[in-house]
């Protein structure tokens, strides 16, 4: 695009740097164990959360659905397929309190930790 079609679409150097703002990673190393991409970006996303927060907590956070999806553009759909994954591999604890309940979230690190090594020993013959 030249940059008159450029101006003439309103797309400007300043624009396209503020859209691209922060960018969402995540590790590699949890896609096998976790069983694909968007549940390993969601765990990663989970284990950030989880060293931000207080130590009382015992690990629980509160993160809404409009929350996961602008911390990591995931749908709604996404994110319940991500945690029942985790849930069902034993990563990612949930519990509803609160009237209205709301959903809290878990991280259960040596689990992960244990799948990584398992994920990791050599395979003995």
Not at 93 to 115: I, N, Q, T, Y
Request: aromatic share 8%.
């Amino acid at each position: 695009m030249t940059d008159r079609a450029a101006a003439a679409s309103g797309i400007s150097a300043d624009l396209l740097l503020e859209v691209f703002d922060l960018p969402v990673s995540f590790h590699r190393c949890l896609v096998p164990i976790t069983g694909g991409v968007t549940a390993a970006l969601m765990l990663s996303q989970a284990i950030w959360t989880t060293q931000t927060i207080e130590p009382a907590a015992n690990g629980w956070f509160l993160k809404s659905q409009e929350q996961w999806t602008d911390e990591t553009g995931l749908s709604r759909w996404e994110q319940e397929t991500a945690r029942r994954a985790l849930r069902s591999v034993g990563f990612l604890e949930e519990r509803r309190l609160g009237m209205p309940a709301k959903l809290w979230f878990r991280v259960r690190p040596e689990a992960v930790w244990h799948a990584l090594r398992a994920r990791a020993a050599p395979v003995r013959r």
